[in-house]
């Protein structure tokens, strides 16, 4: 019998039942009674035992160590404000050197970022922390709009997009009619459309600079306005190009992308939460052409306004 290829998952204390999940079952389940399991899936870690969040002890099967031997490591989602375990990244090292093929889940890019392992490549992560890995990790090419990135290194976006790359893993080495398959028995899309924008909540800008309050205030009451950069600024009571060097001080955007950003955050709460046609919502979001709404929140969602209520509102909508 032909060997599997082998999947590393290193564990440590704090991950989630759910991330380390993923891999397990998505990789390494046997579906298919008629044919065994697609790859051979290994917990590595501390053979005493990992304390998981919530409270379970989980028993690693072999130590850290195994890494390099394995030839995919997949590192499930840290606490990215937590110090990321020393040994966990000295032998992620070691086997990306001995030609692992590496690959993280959610916030597990930052592990590998640490490891410098991302450094000039595309990646993405959990779109809640990608304002601290942009600075943790400026050398890093952060797409947080992505499902899953496959830059030689590959990443994915938060929690349940760690299946989405589970399946690009499962088309690439073993072709669409067995991640079909996969899919089918998970219950989930062989591949979903658009990106992790459509996930973020209403308020995408959650940078704590205060003086952005009373300026989004502002907004909100004329949002059916033209918005140029001098009235944004005049309304700031500071110039054009110092409202420019605090948007890209405190938020990493610009002035006329942030209104844009507001825009569809006030979209979005309508769709989710009102049954207004999609033409009145693009008048409430200061569209005055539903056509050009439609293009706008499409860009920056990544699918279209019907598409994102039939998703993700709150009520039943007639």
């Given at each position: 019998?032909?060997?599997?290829?082998?999947?590393?998952?290193?564990?440590?204390?704090?991950?989630?039942?759910?991330?380390?999940?993923?891999?397990?079952?998505?990789?390494?389940?046997?579906?298919?009674?008629?044919?065994?399991?697609?790859?051979?899936?290994?917990?590595?870690?501390?053979?005493?035992?990992?304390?998981?969040?919530?409270?379970?002890?989980?028993?690693?099967?072999?130590?850290?160590?195994?890494?390099?031997?394995?030839?995919?490591?997949?590192?499930?989602?840290?606490?990215?404000?937590?110090?990321?375990?020393?040994?966990?990244?000295?032998?992620?090292?070691?086997?990306?050197?001995?030609?692992?093929?590496?690959?993280?889940?959610?916030?597990?890019?930052?592990?590998?970022?640490?490891?410098?392992?991302?450094?000039?490549?595309?990646?993405?992560?959990?779109?809640?922390?990608?304002?601290?890995?942009r600075r943790t990790y400026p050398q890093v090419e952060l797409d947080p709009r992505a499902i899953?990135?496959?830059?030689?290194?590959?990443?994915?976006?938060?929690?349940?997009?760690?299946?989405?790359?589970?399946?690009?893993?499962?088309?690439?080495?073993?072709?669409?009619?067995a991640a079909n398959t996969i899919a089918r028995n998970l219950v989930i899309a062989s591949h979903r459309d658009g990106d992790q924008a459509q996930y973020v909540a209403?308020?995408?800008?959650?940078?704590?600079?205060?003086?952005?309050?009373?300026?989004?205030?502002?907004?909100?009451?004329?949002?059916?306005?033209?918005?140029?950069?001098?009235?944004?600024?005049?309304?700031?009571?500071?110039?054009?190009?110092?409202?420019?060097?605090?948007?890209?001080?405190?938020?990493?955007?610009?002035?006329?992308?942030?209104?844009?950003?507001?825009?569809?955050?006030?979209?979005?709460?309508?769709?989710?939460?009102?049954?207004?046609?999609?033409?009145?919502?693009?008048?409430?979001?200061?569209?005055?052409?539903?056509?050009?709404?439609?293009?706008?929140?499409?860009?920056?969602?990544?699918?279209?306004?019907?598409?994102?209520?039939?998703?993700?509102?709150?009520?039943?909508?007639?």
């Open positions: 019998m032909t060997s599997k290829p082998t999947v590393a998952v290193p564990i440590v204390d704090g991950m989630t039942l759910f991330e380390i999940g993923m891999p397990v079952e998505a990789l390494g389940y046997d579906w298919d009674h008629d044919a065994s399991p697609l790859y051979d899936v290994v917990l590595c870690g501390d053979l005493r035992g990992v304390r998981v969040h919530g409270g379970p002890r989980l028993m690693p099967q072999r130590p850290m160590t195994a890494l390099a031997e394995a030839e995919t490591v997949l590192v499930p989602a840290i606490r990215p404000d937590e110090p990321i375990s020393p040994t966990l990244v000295r032998e992620l090292r070691k086997a990306a050197e001995a030609g692992a093929r590496v690959v993280s889940m959610c916030t597990g890019a930052f592990v590998l970022a640490e490891a410098g392992l991302l450094d000039g490549r595309r990646a993405t992560t959990h779109w809640r922390w990608a304002d601290l890995f899953y990135v496959d830059d030689g290194v590959l990443t994915s976006a938060g929690s349940a997009a760690g299946l989405d790359l589970c399946l690009h893993l499962i088309r690439t080495d073993h072709g669409q009619h209403a308020d995408p800008l959650t940078e704590q600079a205060r003086w952005l309050d009373e300026l989004r205030g502002w907004l909100r009451a004329n949002l059916h306005e033209d918005i140029t950069l001098e009235r944004l600024a005049a309304a700031a009571a500071v110039s054009p190009r110092t409202l420019a060097r605090r948007f890209e001080r405190d938020l990493a955007t610009t002035p006329m992308r942030w209104v844009t950003a507001e825009r569809i955050a006030v979209a979005k709460t309508l769709l989710e939460t009102t049954d207004l046609p999609v033409e009145r919502v693009s008048h409430e979001a200061g569209y005055y052409s539903p056509v050009t709404f439609r293009a706008a929140f499409t860009a920056e969602v990544g699918v279209t306004p019907a598409r994102y209520r039939m998703r993700f509102a709150h009520r039943e909508v007639g």
